[in-house]
């Protein structure tokens, strides 16, 4: 269980929408690029999203034009919202944080990330 709170994983019809949580401490979420990575069964960990401190914004190309990740400086807390969910989208979704960043010329640097949420499980269905 790392210092990064995950929730709202659950299981979803294709189409339906779903959006992810992770609360953190103050002293990351202020200085913190932070993101989300996940891992479907049987394939490597990826990149989904990506937000630096200046609000600039990172995508998967696989997810981009249905999730948008934010934040809300007053909760401490990142968002990831999952709209028209496909069963490729089935995955533990991670949440992570770094001050210097992790995605670079549009390639994700896993190793980068320094601070990981404990996984939360999405599942979607045809």
């Known amino acids: 269980q790392g210092p990064l709170v995950e929730s709202g994983g659950g299981s979803v019809q294709a189409g339906g929408s779903l959006r992810l949580s992770c609360v953190a401490p103050?002293?990351?979420?202020?200085?913190?690029?932070m993101g989300w990575f996940r891992q479907a069964p049987r394939k490597a960990r990826e990149g989904v999203a990506a937000i630096d401190p200046d609000g600039s914004t990172t995508y998967a190309d696989s997810v981009k034009g249905r999730f948008t990740i934010s934040k809300d400086n007053a909760k401490n807390t990142l968002y990831l919202q999952m709209n028209d969910l496909k069963p490729e989208d089935t995955a533990i979704y991670y949440c992570?944080?770094?001050?210097?960043?992790?995605?670079?010329?549009?390639?994700?640097?896993?190793?980068?990330?320094?601070?990981w949420g404990q996984g939360t499980q999405v599942t979607v269905s045809s």
């Open positions: 103050e002293s990351i979420y202020d200085t913190a690029y």
């Open positions: 992570a944080a770094d001050p210097n960043g992790f995605t670079y010329g549009g390639k994700w640097y896993e190793g980068y990330v320094d601070t």
